[in-house]
């Protein structure tokens, strides 16, 4: 996994570049995958990598243990609480706290702060997302999908997890069962109805699976540009 990572530094560092930026924002949720993702970062920049904690009315173990990874690696970070904000807007929308489009709006809200530290410093936002979840579509359009860049986008949820083993990654982190943090006892198996296993024997070709396949079908939106009309003339 050492080239893997060199290389995603490498990576990094030349978007960086080209986007004439001068560092990182990342979310740190806690999970697997922003933690190594933060961990890349803080290896492009070391003093240029800011890790924003925006507990959304989540579990508290969550923002517990993208603490945990902070203090090891030594990441700035700063805490942004949206739960009010959250609970406000649906508020004012009139809706309860329940369903997709509630949980959805919880990673709109992240992004939203990401994105003015990131206006406000001149850095990207780094997205946190995986092959297996891009693949199937399992992000939230315009909330966690709506990054400047992907630095794990081309690998399965397996290669994450031995990412993981190789930076250091907390073993409760990589160990605890891998959720989204959208509603109380969410898990992102559970939602989907299959493991991670099965997902990715499936996207690397080796098993058939139809519900992937519809999966993939039906999030094509998610992942090609915005459609727009042609005006002739």
Known sequence: MEKVAIRI??????????AGAK?????ISGGLDSSVTAVLCKRAFPDKTLGLIVPCDNDPVDVEHASLLAEKFKIETKTIDLTNTFKEMLK???????GIPSAN???RLRMAALYYLANKLNYLV?????????TIGYFTKYGDGGVDILPLGDLLKRDVIELAKYLGIPAKIIGKAPSAGMWEGQTDE??????????????SGKKENDKIKKMIEESEHKRKPIPICKIKG
């Open 9 to 18: 530094v490498e990576w990094i560092r030349e978007e960086v570049a080209k």
């Open 23 to 27: 560092g990182l924002v990342v979310g």
């Open 92 to 98: 004012e929308l009139g809706e309860d706290d329940v």
């Open 105 to 107: 709006l919880k990673p």
């Open 126 to 134: 780094v997205g946190t997302g995986n092959k297996t979840e891009r």
């Open 190 to 203: 559970k939602e989907i109805g299959l493991s991670y296993d099965e997902m990715d024997e499936a996207i």
